[in-house]
């Protein structure tokens, strides 16, 4: 079994390139044989199992799958006043990337633009020695078989690939390369200076967003600390009020304590005192003492103090061991003048 394959698959090689693609195998494809002058007389047929079984015409199609109507291959009626075939010579480093290099020596090989053509590539020779590289370029131009492809659109079918068997070897063109490879290069060098642009725009935001959260989580860590000291810094300011206060009254009224100090100190002993006040550096004295006459004395005698006299009477106890005095005296905050 295995040799008759063999022997087999080598007939087969001898046939012409176009008529082993008609007979060959494969998956089923749609084959449309249709003139771009008649659109309307497109002949639609089946290609599957190495034959080809007619459908009809393009406008009585039966129901066809998804599949065959997304791969038709266009067979040209009248291929020799469309399809335009001429040989070129390229570098042989093109071959790596030829459809590239003639898209790119489009211009100069043909009157047309890369746009407004579709075109195919065969390899006639290598020329290792020169470097060169001899090939049939075949040039269809898209406008005229424009209405053709309408055609087969309003109809469900979507042609992938223009097929010329009546040349020397099968010409065949692929129409999903509707740009050119350097068109579709700059439009994915656009794209890429699109999105560099755009990454330039939204980085400064995006590190300004970044360093304003990582300043608010900061600002929470810090919260607590930042209230403690506020409310230090409140107390520290009532205090200092406070004290301010304190200093305006003491320089108007004089220091209470201060004098008391003094009078404490320029009693005599067994003296002592039963009330206390102070009002505009004046202080009165309520007390008892075994020597009431002796204090008037004391306190004159006393650099401290100026003007000593009785505010009432003088009167006995009712132990009858000490006076009852009541002494206005003014007290000098600042020593003697």
């Known amino acids: 079994m295995e040799l008759f394959r063999w022997y087999g698959a080598m007939l087969g090689s001898l046939l012409p390139a176009w008529l082993r693609a008609m007979m060959g195998g494969g998956a089923p494809a749609l084959v449309v044989t249709a003139d771009p002058a008649a659109p309307g007389r497109a002949m639609v047929a089946l290609r599957a199992r190495g034959g080809l079984r007619d459908l009809g015409p393009l406008g009585a199609l039966p129901s066809l799958s998804p599949a065959l109507r997304r791969a038709v291959t266009l067979i040209l009626a009248a291929p020799a006043r469309l399809i335009l075939t001429t040989t070129i010579t390229l570098p042989l480093a093109a071959e790596r990337h030829l459809a590239t290099a003639v898209a790119f020596e489009m211009d100069r090989l043909t009157p047309f633009d890369p746009e407004e053509i579709w075109f195919g590539t065969e390899i006639l020779r290598r020329d290792r020695a020169a470097g060169l590289l001899a090939l049939r370029l075949a040039v269809l131009p898209r406008q005229s078989v424009a209405p053709l492809l309408d055609a087969l659109a309003a109809a469900g079918l979507h042609a992938t690939r223009i097929e010329d068997p009546t040349r020397d070897g099968m010409t065949a063109l692929t129409l999903d390369h509707a740009a050119p490879p350097a068109r579709r290069l ?32 900061q600002h929470s860590a810090l919260a607590p600390r930042l209230h403690e000291a506020e409310v230090l810094r409140a107390r520290l300011a009532a205090a200092s009020q406070g004290a301010a206060t304190l200093a305006r009254e003491q320089a108007r009224e004089g220091d209470a304590l201060a004098a008391l100090a003094a009078i404490t100190t320029a009693l005599p002993d067994r003296s002592f005192l039963t009330d206390f006040s102070f009002r505009h550096g004046v202080a ?11 204090l008037v004395a004391a306190l004159s005698a006393d650099h401290r103090f100026a003007d000593p006299a009785f505010a009432a009477p003088v009167t006995r106890a009712l132990n009858e061991h000490a006076d009852i005095f009541s002494i206005r005296v003014k007290v000098r905050q600042h020593g003697p003048r």
Do not use: H, K, Y
Not at 188 to 217: D, F, M, Y
Not at 284 to 294: C, H, K, Q, R, V
């Open 186 to 217: 700059d439009r994915v060098l656009a794209t890429l200076c699109g999105l560099l642009a755009l990454a330039c725009l939204i980085t400064p935001l995006a590190r300004q967003q970044s360093a304003l959260a990582a300043l608010a989580a």
């Open 284 to 294: 009165t004295l309520d007390g008892e003492s075994p020597n009431a006459a002796g």
